[in-house]
T-cell receptor, first 114, second 112 residues
Framework: DSGVTQTPKHLITATGQRVTLRCSPRSGDLSVYWYQQSLDQGLQFLIQYYNGEERAKGNILERFSAQQFPDLHSELNLSSLELGDSALYFC?????????????FGEGSRLTVL | GNSVTQMEGPVTLSEEAFLTINCTYTATGYPSLFWYVQYPGEGLQLLLKATKADDKGSNKGFEATYRKETTSFHLEKGSVQVSDSAVYFCALHKNAGNMLTFGGGTRLMVKP
């Protein structure tokens, strides 16, 4: 158990809908990262937050947004969903700024868009 | 930009066989290098790391040596077990951006 909690574990929805994925980092970790894992794109970095502030942005679509709350949990919002958004979405956390590259991953939220 | 290339899988081995999974990288400067492992139904977990050239990372019988001259970080294990069946990801990290760049992953299947 990495200590990172993600909900829901599985989610099935339709095209055009909006979903919210939730992540609770390890106790004391200030950084939260979101990654998307799909068969054709591999593991893609989406966005990082550190202590409530956006720190780095990767290949995140404009239809996607995220935030980190004062209690350090994070949410990833996916809107106007398309079939291609079906993937496993991972949250990871690290202490401080994450400068070591050592991340602790949750078990992921599997999103299926029909 | 930074990138990581891994050998494509799946790699299928018999128990007690020798394992090598190749990984090469492209990056400016001196990144840190990692191997992460993803067991079925789980998230990724750190397996080993090396932070500078010629460093050897090791854990659970796995080893990888940071070779700057060949920009490689190949994963090896002398005798694999069925429980090693998983997907292995090579990754690099540089301070700028604080993000990990992952390779495509290599699935290892070990048969008894």
């Amino acid at each position: 158990d990495s200590g990172v909690t993600q909900t829901p574990k599985h989610l099935i929805t339709a095209t055009g809908q909006r979903v919210t994925l939730r992540c609770s980092p390890r106790s004391g970790d200030l950084s939260v990262y979101w990654y998307q894992q799909s068969l054709d794109q591999g593991l893609q970095f989406l966005i990082q937050y550190y202590n409530g502030e956006e720190r780095a942005k990767g290949n995140i679509l404009e239809r996607f947004s995220a935030q980190q709350f004062p209690d350090l949990h994070s949410e990833l919002n996916l809107s106007s969903l398309e079939l291609g958004d079906s993937a496993l979405y991972f949250c990871a956390s690290s202490p401080r700024g994450g400068n070591t590259g050592e991340l602790f991953f949750g078990e992921g939220s599997r999103l299926t868009v029909l | 930009g930074n990138s990581v290339t891994q050998m494509e899988g799946p790699v299928t081995l018999s128990e007690e066989a020798f394992l090598t999974i190749n990984c090469t990288y492209t990056a400016t400067g001196y990144p840190s290098l990692f191997w992460y492992v993803q067991y079925p139904g789980e998230g990724l977990q750190l397996l080993l790391k090396a932070t500078k050239a010629d460093d050897k990372g090791s854990n659970k019988g796995f080893e990888a040596t940071y070779r700057k001259e060949t920009t490689s970080f190949h994963l090896e294990k002398g005798s694999v077990q069925v429980s090693d069946s998983a997907v292995y990801f090579c990754a690099l990290h540089k301070n700028a951006g604080n993000m990990l760049t992952f390779g495509g992953g290599t699935r290892l299947m070990v048969k008894p």
